[in-house]
């Protein structure tokens, strides 16, 4: 099996705060981003850590303009008091989240449900870390957001004018099942770094993960210049209730979004994205008629049990696989990365002179 290394929580965040401040960004926002690569690399999510991070801040953040250090956000009045909306004037993805999300969470505590809109937001990354820390919280959370790029062609057609768009739902089931139950994706069959991988190693994509040039689908890696939703329409849909949630509250042009040449370009249009989120208090939907006098919670527990019973008691429920990658975290007592990753670990540290030394890690085999 690959050699994997443990990471202390306490170096890893040093080094993502550290990485962060370097590039001009404040001691809260590079603590909440810390957070949010912790709560990442403890899940599994390789796709969305630290390094993904700070290498969507080389391209589209701070470097770019799509991401100012130290912004401040204006939360804006609003007539329902359930419901907040806010200008985020392009502050750390992060910071903006999990703000956000805590105030779902009170506004949940005062009504039943919270609702925070986020208008000219940086990229957030994985959605899921949000919601699973609210469900661990005991709520009920959902967030969307438009993805950096338009890089999705719609169902019918050839030209990429739709975001990889995720969907992230969590539900506080920990007592029924041990973890939140988390559903999380994003609206396109494959990721683009997905079809790089595939590239680097030779390798055919599988039906019905992007087009060409010319709008063709095509299986070669080297000729994709879009990609295609997930589950034909049914994926289009999804990408498309983020891109209308992002109207409704001020978004850009999904073609423009974080093509800060070309919006230049088109005097008065907008390249940022935007974010939605939302938590409900269970009890707020308790309707009081759950069979044979259950409670919500033991009504939610026979639910899950019918649901994995009649020879479905091997299936996997959304979520379980970040639940054990986080059981893996913590039996090791630190966060875990390959190889590759802690080189990309010490090019941070180098980046931002900070101090890391790989010989002090611990090596595993997983």
């Known amino acids: 099996m690959p050699t994997n290394y443990v990471m202390p929580v306490a170096v890893h965040n040093s080094l993502v705060e550290a990485g962060f401040k370097h590039r001009g960004y404040t001691a809260e926002e590079s603590s909440a ?42 939360k804006l009045p609003s007539k329902y008091k359930a419901v907040q909306r806010w200008n985020a004037n392009k502050k750390l993805g992060q910071a903006t989240a999990f703000d956000a999300m805590e105030t779902c969470m009170r506004l949940a505590d005062e009504y039943g449900s ?6 000219n937001a940086f990229h957030y990354l994985w959605g899921g ?25 719609p169902f019918g057609g050839k030209f990429p004018t739709l975001g990889t768009n995720p969907h992230s739902w969590a539900f506080p089931t920990t007592d029924a099942v041990g973890f939140p ?7 396109s069959t494959v990721a683009m770094g997905r079809v790089q991988q595939f590239l680097r ?14 709008g ?23 990408s498309l209730i983020d891109e209308l949630y992002a109207a409704y509250i001020g978004g850009s042009l999904p073609t423009l979004r974080n093509r800060w040449d070309q919006v230049k370009q088109h005097n008065g249009e907008k390249g940022t994205c935007c974010f939605f989120f939302q938590c409900i208090r269970p009890d707020a939907l308790d309707v009081q008629d759950f069979a044979q006098s259950r409670s919500q919670p033991q009504n939610v527990k026979a639910i899950i049990k019918d649901i994995l019973g009649h020879g479905n008691e091997n299936c996997t429920l959304p979520g379980e696989p970040e639940a054990k990658a986080a059981a893996l975290s913590d039996k090791f007592g630190g966060l875990l990365f390959t190889q590759a990753e802690i080189d990309a670990f010490a090019e941070i540290a180098h980046e931002a002179h900070a101090p890391f030394e790989i010989s002090n890690l611990k090596p595993i085999e997983v």
């Open 33 to 74: 981003a810390a957070r949010f690569c912790e709560l990442a690399a403890r899940h599994g999510i390789k796709t969305h850590n630290a390094i993904k991070a700070l290498h969507l801040d080389e391209l589209f953040g701070s470097k770019a303009g799509g991401c100012v250090p130290g912004a401040k956000i204006d």
């Open 114 to 119: 919270g609702t925070v809109a986020v208008d």
């Open 129 to 153: 870390g949000y919601v699973i820390d609210a469900a661990r919280k005991g709520y009920i959370a959902y967030t969307a957001c438009t993805a950096a790029l338009a890089e999705v062609v």
């Open 181 to 187: 139950i988390c559903v999380d994706w994003a609206t």
């Open 201 to 214: 190693e030779g390798k055919q994509l599988p039906p019905g993960s992007g087009v060409d040039e010319t």
């Open 216 to 238: 063709k689908e095509t299986t070669d890696p080297s000729k994709v210049k879009a990609l295609l939703p997930f589950g034909a329409h049914k994926g289009y849909g999804l």
